[in-house]
T-cell receptor, first 110, second 115 residues
Framework: NAGVTQTPKFRILKIGQSMTLQCAQDMNHNYMYWYRQDPGMGLKLIYYSVGAGITDKGEVPNGYNVSRSTTEDFPLRLELAAPSQTSVYFC?????????FGPGTRLTVL | ELKVEQNPLFLSMQEGKNYTIYCNYS?????LYWYRQDPGKSLESLFV?????AVKQEGRLMASLDTKARLSTLHITAAVHDLSATYFCAVDPGNYGGSQGNLIFGKGTKLSVKP
């Protein structure tokens, strides 16, 4: 099993650009999550999904969108990137309790 | 709003010593998680605590949960350099039946173990 994979690993965006962060898992987990981690801080939940076709907002959803068309994939869309979205983004999946994290995407918005 | 507070936020300790990291949270929950993060890396699950009085141990680390006090502890026994990392606790504010795994994380405790 590859576990949770994320692409890209690094990305630099200009203010106002858009991009999609990809996340995939091959463990057949129903639950998937997107977090952001700012320097020296814990993780904050952006969006989550409890199954294909079902998504909901987390603690910091503004400026982001998600979709979940399959169990495996949970992409995160940034529209109109802003410097405040500079962060490390982690995707995670879970069968119910324990969450398995991807390697992260380091995003810089200049 | 659920708040999760860890202390200390920074901990420098010598090899061979014992220490405890504390995780307090502000609302009722019986589901708490501990994670480890190495610099520039992702998070690794250490412990899942799902009931009052739960205690779990792995090597030199032991975690416990007191839901009445809204407190979890991560105890380090005879620290070694390899334990140097940032440790996060995370609380699930939902009860098991209604939980969707929306974890609230503490800010993390950066542990440095020196020879």
């Amino acid at each position: 099993n590859a576990g949770v994979t994320q692409t890209p690993k690094f990305r630099i965006l200009k203010i106002g650009q858009s991009m999609t962060l990809q996340c995939a898992q091959d463990m057949n987990h129903n639950y998937m999550y997107w977090y952001r981690q700012d320097p020296g801080m814990g993780l904050k939940l952006i969006y989550y999904s409890v199954g294909a076709g079902i998504t909901d907002k987390g603690e910091v959803p503004n400026g982001y969108n998600v979709s979940r068309s399959t169990t495996e994939d949970f992409p995160l869309r940034l529209e109109l990137a802003a410097p405040s979205q500079t962060s490390v983004y982690f995707c995670a999946s879970s069968p119910r309790d324990k969450q398995f994290f991807g390697p992260g995407t380091r995003l810089t918005v200049l | 709003e659920l708040k999760v507070e860890q202390n200390p936020l920074f901990l420098s300790m010598q090899e061979g010593k014992n220490y405890t990291i504390y995780c307090n949270y502000s609302t009722t929950s019986d589901r708490l998680y501990w994670y480890r993060q190495d610099p520039g890396k992702s998070l690794e699950s250490l412990f899942v605590l799902l009931s009052n009085g739960a205690v779990k141990q792995e090597g030199r680390l032991m975690a416990s949960l007191d839901t009445k006090a809204r407190l979890s502890t991560l105890h380090i026994t005879a620290a070694v350099h390899d334990l140097s990392a940032t440790y996060f606790c995370a609380v699930d504010p939902g009860n098991y039946g209604g939980s969707q795994g929306n974890l609230i994380f503490g800010k993390g405790t950066k542990l440095s173990v020196k020879p």
